[in-house]
């Protein structure tokens, strides 16, 4: 089955305890991206990648760092997360469509992460 | 920069009832506009897509047209369901990084 995973689904943490957010996808897809919802805010993109060892900022990028060693991995890596970290975070993938458009993007399950 | 505006919600309609969610964007160039259903617990998924002018994208009872000349790309379906309640999502593919989001709609189907 086609399908993105996260793990862990659900993490409570407290200030400064580093911490990573797996992603794996099984698509072959060369682009990969981390989102985070927010209420009132709709998703936001924090990095992307566009192929293995190929990253760059979103729109939201601070306090958050990424990694792309191979093609199916794309690991969220908090390094000392805050409060204001709390947040829904989405990982999602997609191959390269016509004229470098991303085709359509596939969502993994979400991770719910509360930092005290 | 580019930019997709959606009516907030929540928006509570009765079943069977004829379902409007609007929404416009602001972007350079033709983008590729899209509607993503999330449902309570779950994660994103791809409701349909449009990837050029006047094209309609559709599934599931859903229909958005791509309008150029209004940039919009307005949600409906004819008779809703309580199973259609559910958070959606307009977005665009912006340039080579991703999608910009809309902020969601609440859709709340009571039977």
């Known amino acids: 089955e086609a399908q993105v995973t996260q793990n862990p689904r659900y993490l409570i943490t407290v200030t400064g305890k580093k911490l990573t957010v797996t992603c794996s996808q099984n698509?072959?897809?060369?682009?990969m991206s981390w989102y985070r919802q927010d209420p009132g805010l709709g998703l936001r993109q924090i990095y992307y990648?566009?192929?293995?060892?190929?990253?760059d900022k979103g729109d939201v990028p601070e306090g958050y760092k990424v990694s792309r060693k191979e093609k199916r991995n794309f690991p969220l890596i908090l390094e000392s997360p805050s409060p204001n970290q709390t947040s829904l975070y989405f990982c999602?993938?997609?191959?390269?469509?016509?004229?470098?458009?991303?085709?359509?993007?596939?969502f993994g399950p979400g991770t719910r992460l509360l930092v005290l | 920069g580019d930019s997709v505006t959606q009516m907030e919600g929540p928006v509570t309609l009765s079943e069977e009832a004829f379902l409007t969610i609007n929404c416009t964007y602001t972007?350079?160039?033709?983008?590729?506009l899209f509607w993503y259903v999330q449902y309570p617990g779950e994660g994103l998924q791809l409701l349909l897509k449009?990837?050029?002018?006047?094209d309609k994208g559709s599934n599931k009872g859903f229909e958005a047209t791509y309008r150029k000349e209004t940039t919009s790309f307005h949600l409906e379906k004819g008779s809703v369901q309580v199973s259609d309640s559910a958070v959606y999502f307009c977005?665009?593919?912006?340039?080579?990084?991703?999608?910009?989001f809309g902020k969601g709609t609440h859709l709340i189907i009571q039977p």
């Open positions: 972007a350079t160039g033709y983008p590729s």
């Open positions: 977005a665009l593919v912006r340039r080579a990084d991703g999608l910009t």
């Open positions: 698509m072959n897809h060369e682009y």
């Open positions: 999602a993938s997609s191959s390269f469509g016509g004229q470098g458009e991303r085709e359509t993007q596939y």
């Open positions: 990648s566009m192929n293995v060892e190929v990253t």
């Open positions: 449009a990837t050029k002018a006047d």
